[in-house]
């Protein structure tokens, strides 16, 4: 069975500092993994995806087969950066079923 | 982008009465929809894969004839949640893939209360 592992709640990290939210999974085969982000009053929106490798909005994320995690990384983090944030895996049949994390709630304060 | 649109967003019904949700793609076909549940500070549950022209597919432990999927066109999945119950009340979310890139969108949720 497929797994998803966000460690932290809550995450609080003052403007400019660096943020990284983890996400480590359980999977045999192939995963496709996804950060979703959700702003304070809105719905559900996808941040990145593993296969696309590029950056969002400063956002990366890399995919470590070898420790099974997808931690989502910022250099800088913004005040507006402050959401609520989802690791999910697909298991890359093309029907795109998602297992999401419980979600890491970021705060950044100034 | 594209927009999933869920009606109602929120709902307040009496136990024992059925309640549905409609989730609807407005500017894209979707052939596939999913719907999830949210319980307080709690991750999305998938409940079931609703399949335009099929029958669902419900994950394990979600009661099909509790929650009725239908999917009767390429724009409009619905959710009836039948003979609710306090249990029942939760957060409910449908997302909607795009036929061509596969790509995800989710509606902006229906609160179901029932008393």
């Known amino acids: 069975a497929q797994r998803v592992t966000q460690p932290e709640k809550l995450l609080s990290v003052f403007k400019g500092a660096p943020v990284e939210l983890k996400c480590n999974y359980s999977?045999?085969?192939?995963?496709?993994l996804f950060w979703y982000v959700q702003y304070s009053r809105q719905r559900l929106q996808l941040l990145l995806r593993?296969?696309s490798r590029e950056s969002i909005k400063g956002f990366t994320a890399d995919l470590n087969k070898g420790e099974t995690s997808f931690h989502l990384k910022k250099p800088f983090a913004q005040e507006e950066d402050s959401a609520m944030y989802y690791c999910?895996?697909?298991?890359?049949?093309?029907?795109?079923?998602?297992?999401f994390g419980t979600g890491t709630q970021l705060k950044v304060e100034l | 982008g594209a927009v999933v649109s869920q009606h109602p967003s929120r709902v307040i019904c009496k136990s024992g009465t059925s309640v549905k949700i409609e989730c609807r793609s407005l500017?894209?076909?979707?052939?596939?929809m999913f719907w999830y549940r949210q319980f307080p500070k709690k991750s999305l549950m998938l409940m079931a894969t609703?399949?335009?022209?099929?029958?669902?597919?419900?994950e394990q432990g979600v009661e099909k004839d509790k929650f009725l999927i239908n999917h009767a066109s390429l724009t409009l999945s619905t959710l009836t949640v039948t003979s609710a119950h306090p249990e029942d009340s939760s957060f409910y979310i449908c997302?909607?893939?795009?036929?061509?890139?596969?790509?995800?969108?989710f509606g902006e949720g229906s609160r179901l209360t029932v008393l």
């Open positions: 997302s909607a893939m795009t036929t061509n890139t596969g790509e995800l969108f």
């Open positions: 999977y045999s085969g192939s995963p496709e």
């Open positions: 593993h296969i």
């Open positions: 999910a895996l697909s298991d890359g049949g093309g029907g795109n079923k998602l297992t």
């Open positions: 500017d894209f076909q979707a052939t596939t």
């Open positions: 609703s399949n335009e022209g099929s029958k669902a597919t419900y």
